[in-house]
């Protein structure tokens, strides 16, 4: 069910961004655009907008009551055939906040509504230009903090979320659409010796549901960052660690045990992926209440890493702080620093190796050693072979997966009705719910209040 719906009414935008660039662009979409944009477009040979073709580009002057507001190149899009599959006409104009904003303001003097924030994209998947996918891998595209988030965002974009859905889904409706036969016409439709063919398509779309669920944890990844937490007793070199990475006098360095209390984040890409680092107080058994604040806040951090530095001062003997540590990380990724190499040692790499099971970086975050070895286990951890753009999907929206968990959840139902032997009814509503729950991802079952909230994230002009 696709909510085609017609407007009546013509909108208008700023494009791009409220500051002193270039370039700016106000764009009209509607059944009235061209019209509404001929009565502030002036053209010294008095060519009229609506008398050409589409994708053409036109020299003139946006003008209101006789007075030149501002140069421009007019580029006309006739429908169908432009972003929002709607009569479009965007004004390049020169970037200036206040010219671009008295360009605006005479369109509408001229008949056009401002637009709401991403009506625009909106109105492209409300004409079936694109889907629900595709509109957030537009904003995703804007928003992309690295290069693997760029990447995964256009792949979405052109639809590689949707079709890997819509195939499960269809698969899906065929069954769904087999039992309902079977259900109204029980005379000449049996699902006698059909029941296990069906059990093993149902069972195979769900793992292809939860293959594809598993790549969410990468696609987060690749959209919001790793979360890295800096552990460690004081004094191994935690935010000599955070300043080197990060290139950068950041976090206060003393030879005092217990001078970093507060967490601090900073932001670093490494190979295009981003961490999200956080330095965090030593842990020890602090008598000083606020070193003993931040040491809960340190382990607290620790649950929910997506990755755990472990910083171990190598001139000083392990003690029970570090396997209190070491307990603390057992389950989570961990890459482990040998650090202050520089100075003789008393601990080995394999020592640390034997104890953490994680892999372990000799380094020496004063004299920069060791950056190089570090950032390529990291990449070696979380992508190795792993980011390949042209066959792998990865689910990076947080409502997708959500929607995906849910389908998962109704095939679940749906084979424990089978095996229970429950009448084929039963069957049929789980797996219309997954069916539903997929159709949502892309558009197809969502509602109209979910589309507006979708859309209403969206950035101006968009
Ligand atoms: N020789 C040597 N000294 C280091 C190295 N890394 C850090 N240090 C020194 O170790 C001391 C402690 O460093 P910090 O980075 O403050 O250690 P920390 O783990 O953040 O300590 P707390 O915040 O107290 O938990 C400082 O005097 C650093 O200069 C290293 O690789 N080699
Ligand atoms: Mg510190």
Redesign the pocket.
């Known amino acids: 069910m696709h909510m085609s719906e017609i407007y009546s009414d013509t909108i208008v935008a700023i494009s791009t961004a409220m500051a002193p660039s270039g370039i700016g662009i106000v764009r009209v979409s509607g059944p009235d655009a061209i019209e509404i944009a001929d009565r502030v477009y002036s053209n010294p040979k008095g060519k009229r907008l609506s008398d050409q073709k589409g994708y053409t580009i036109h020299y003139g002057n946006v003008c209101e009551k006789g007075e030149v507001i501002d140069e421009t190149l007019a580029m006309l899009m006739r429908a169908p055939h432009s972003y929002t599959g709607e009569d479009t006409v965007e004004f390049d104009c020169h970037g200036g906040v206040l010219a671009t904003k008295r360009v605006l303001e005479a369109i509408i003097h001229a008949g056009a509504r401002p637009a709401e924030p991403g009506e625009f994209s909106r109105r492209a998947f409300l004409n079936g230009r694109i889907d629900l996918t595709q509109a957030e891998a537009v904003m995703d595209i804007i928003s992309a903090k690295n290069d693997h988030a760029l990447r995964s965002a256009q792949h979405q974009l052109k639809g590689s979320v949707s079709e890997k859905i819509s195939v499960v889904r269809q698969k899906l409706l065929h069954e769904t659409a087999h039992i309902e036969a079977a259900l109204d016409d029980p005379e000449h439709m049996s699902l006698d010796g059909y029941v296990e063919e069906m059990h093993e398509v149902i069972t195979e779309q769900k793992s292809a549901l939860l293959r594809l669920l598993e790549s969410a944890d990468s696609g987060r990844f690749m959209t919001e960052g790793i979360k890295t937490v800096i552990v460690?007793?004081?004094?191994?070199?935690?935010?000599?660690?955070?300043?080197l990475l990060i290139g950068e006098e950041k976090?206060?360095?003393?030879?005092?045990?217990?001078?970093?209390?507060d967490i601090l984040e900073e932001q670093i890409n490494v190979k295009g992926i981003t961490l999200r680092l956080l330095?965090?107080?030593?842990i020890r058994d602090a008598s000083d209440v606020i070193e003993q604040i931040g040491v809960e806040k340190a382990k607290e951090q620790v649950k929910d890493a997506d990755l755990v530095l472990y910083?171990v001062?190598g001139?000083v003997a392990l003690d029970e702080n570090d396997h209190e540590i070491m307990d603390l990380i057992h389950d989570r990724k961990s890459v482990v620093i040998l650090?202050?190499?520089?100075?003789s040692t008393v601990i080995t790499n394999e020592q640390l190796e034997e104890k953490t099971q994680a892999p372990v970086i000799s380094?020496?975050?004063?004299?920069s050693?060791g950056l190089d070895e570090l950032e390529e286990e990291i990449e070696k951890m979380f992508f190795h072979g792993g980011i390949s753009f042209n066959d792998e999907v990865y689910i990076t929206n947080v409502r997708h997966k959500t929607c995906i968990e849910e389908a998962i959840r109704s095939l679940g139902l749906v084979l424990q009705s089978m095996d229970d032997g429950m009448p084929e009814d039963f069957w049929s509503i789980d797996l219309m719910g997954a069916c539903d729950a997929l159709g949502k991802i892309t558009g197809d079952t969502t509602s109209e209040d979910l589309v507006n909230e979708i859309f209403s994230s969206f950035c101006m002009g968009k």
Not at 251 to 261: F, K, Q
């Open positions: 460690g007793k004081p004094n191994a070199g935690k935010s000599s660690l955070l300043n976090a206060i360095v003393t030879d005092i045990a217990g001078t970093t209390r330095d965090t107080a030593g910083v001062d001139s650090n202050k190499n520089d100075l380094m020496s975050a004063k004299q050693l």
